[in-house]
């Protein structure tokens, strides 16, 4: 954490540095002579009928680990490259082409690249790989966000992919409706490719569908008021690695979402079939999850302090009604102290506490520290 805090003061420094290097000259200089009307319009650069945006993403963040099992604990340090992206958007006219990759353990993954349509006002048609239309804070960006991480619910994972109601990215189309009508409703429907059905272990099309379905319904009744329900249909195997037992759960929920100056907050829920593996290796019953982030915003606090948000994270899920002592539950609070546009630091404590020996994790203790920093640029 030392060179964290290191490096950060080194930015506060080189920051201040180029804000006196670009200030005026303090002597005046002669005012230039007014451009004619003809002159004026030479000079006026040709406006393009196309927008090209770029930037990068980095985050460094180390992690102290405690896991506590039974009478003995342990303690773990981690500093990690946790995100390093690269994205470019280009827009003409009706279209969009947005590329977006990820540099980490010498390895480039994909992440939202595809291509949006827009032939009329009100549709948006939209294939390539993005994110599953559920949650508001998972559509929501990283770097949007003031917390670190979003919860336990978008860190657990089964069958090697994430949560469906924590959120998943992957290879789909979908189409949104955005009629001009009151409260700005959106509606959008988006078929993902399964990633169970893979060659390796491709699933037998005529015996089953091997697509996911989402669906989702989204309002503003106010200017600073989201809300949305969303819809899942997404495929699991009823016994862990048996292709044969693939099968499709429902689940659904509801989220909202508050945006002003001074506070914004995320709150969501979701139900549904449970698809988490019981220890005799079947699913049963039915799953509940929920959680909650609050933040307040502090906007220029104090002179070389762009933004502070302090806030508090909560957690909570319930794998199957069938089971007790599998439930898993976790309260985060940290603070994101933005000192630019650009860059920021934030602090972060988490505990996540597990009801008995079935849940999917260990009492655990996280104390997070983050370094990020992003830019993007237009040209147009």
Same mark, same amino acid.
């Given at each position: 954490?030392?060179?964290?805090?290191?490096?950060?003061?080194?930015?506060? +420094?080189?920051?201040?540095?180029?804000?006196?290097?670009?200030?005026?000259?303090?002597?005046?200089?002669?005012?230039?002579?007014?451009?004619?009307?003809?002159? +004026?319009?030479?000079?006026?650069?040709?406006?393009?009928?196309?927008?090209?945006?770029?930037?990068?993403?980095?985050? !460094?963040?180390?992690?102290?680990?405690?896991?506590?099992? /039974?009478?003995?604990?342990?303690?773990?340090?981690?500093?990690?490259?946790?995100?390093?992206?690269?994205?470019?958007?280009?827009?003409?006219?009706?279209?969009?082409?947005?590329?977006?990759?990820?540099?980490?353990?010498?390895?480039?993954?994909?992440?939202?690249?595809?291509?949006?349509?827009?032939?009329?006002?009100?549709?948006?048609?939209?294939? /390539?790989?993005?994110?599953?239309?559920?949650?508001?804070?998972?559509?929501?960006?990283?770097?949007?966000?003031?917390?670190?991480?979003?919860?336990?619910?978008?860190?657990?994972?089964?069958?090697?992919? /994430?949560?469906?109601? %924590?959120?998943?990215?992957?290879?789909?189309?979908?189409?949104?409706?955005? #009629?001009?009508?009151?409260?700005?409703?959106?509606? *959008?429907?988006?078929?993902?490719?399964?990633?169970?059905?893979?060659?390796?272990?491709?699933?037998?099309?005529?015996?089953?569908?091997?697509?996911?379905?989402?669906?989702?319904?989204?309002?503003?009744?106010?200017?600073?008021?989201?809300?949305?329900?969303?819809?899942?249909?997404? %495929?699991?195997?009823?016994?862990?690695?048996?292709?044969?037992?693939?099968?499709?759960?429902?689940? /659904?929920?509801?989220?909202?979402?508050?945006?002003?100056?001074?506070?914004?907050?995320?709150?969501?829920?979701? !139900?549904?079939?449970?698809?988490?593996?019981?220890?005799?290796?079947?699913?049963? %019953? *039915?799953?509940?999850?929920?959680?909650?982030?609050?933040?307040?915003?502090?906007?220029?606090?104090?002179?070389?302090?762009?933004?502070?948000?302090?806030?508090?994270?909560?957690? !909570?899920?319930?794998?199957?009604?069938?089971?007790?002592?599998?439930?898993?539950?976790?309260?985060?609070?940290?603070?994101?102290?933005?000192?630019?546009?650009?860059?920021?630091?934030?602090?972060?404590? +988490?505990?996540?506490?597990?009801?008995?020996?079935?849940? #999917?994790?260990?009492?655990?203790?996280?104390?997070?520290?983050?370094?990020?920093?992003?830019?993007?640029?237009?040209?147009?």
């Amino acid at each position: 954490m030392g060179r964290l805090a290191l490096v950060a003061a080194l930015l506060v +420094a080189t920051d201040v540095r180029a804000q006196e290097e670009t200030q005026p000259a303090p002597e005046a200089t002669a005012p230039a002579p007014e451009a004619t009307a003809p002159e +004026a319009s030479a000079q006026a650069p040709e406006k393009r009928d196309w927008k090209l945006e770029y930037g990068a993403r980095l985050f !460094v963040r180390d992690t102290l680990t405690r896991v506590d099992i /039974g009478d003995d604990a342990a303690w773990r340090h981690d500093r990690t490259l946790d995100q390093a992206r690269l994205f470019a958007t280009y827009d003409r006219k009706k279209l969009r082409v947005a590329f977006e990759i990820e540099l980490a353990g010498g390895d480039a993954t994909l992440k939202d690249t595809y291509i949006r349509l827009k032939p009329a006002d009100l549709i948006r048609i939209q294939a /390539g790989r993005f994110k599953a239309p559920i949650s508001f804070l998972w559509l929501e960006s990283k770097w949007s966000l003031p917390a670190i991480e979003r919860g336990v619910l978008s860190d657990l994972e089964q069958d090697n992919r /994430g949560l469906p109601f %924590g959120g998943i990215r992957g290879e789909a189309v979908s189409i949104e409706l955005r #009629p001009p009508v009151m409260l700005e409703p959106r509606f *959008t429907a988006a078929l993902f490719h399964n990633p169970l059905n893979s060659s390796a272990t491709p699933l037998d099309a005529s015996e089953d569908v091997t697509q996911d379905l989402y669906a989702r319904a989204e309002i503003q009744p106010g200017p600073w008021l989201h809300a949305a329900a969303s819809f899942g249909w997404v %495929g699991y195997t009823a016994r862990p690695s048996m292709i044969d037992s693939f099968e499709h759960m429902p689940m /659904g929920g509801v989220e909202l979402m508050v945006d002003t100056d001074y506070l914004r907050a995320w709150v969501e829920g979701f !139900v549904g079939k449970s698809f988490f593996y019981q220890p005799d290796g079947t699913t049963s %019953g *039915t799953f509940a999850a929920a959680r909650a982030l609050v933040a307040g915003r502090l906007q220029r606090p104090f002179a070389g302090m762009w933004r502070i948000e302090p806030y508090i994270l909560a957690s !909570v899920l319930d794998p199957t009604g069938d089971q007790t002592g599998d439930r898993v539950s976790e309260v985060a609070g940290g603070t994101s102290f933005a000192f630019s546009k650009h860059w920021r630091l934030q602090l972060e404590v +988490a505990q996540r506490i597990a009801e008995g020996s079935l849940a #999917p994790i260990a009492d655990t203790t996280l104390i997070r520290l983050q370094l990020g920093s992003a830019f993007s640029e237009e040209v147009q």
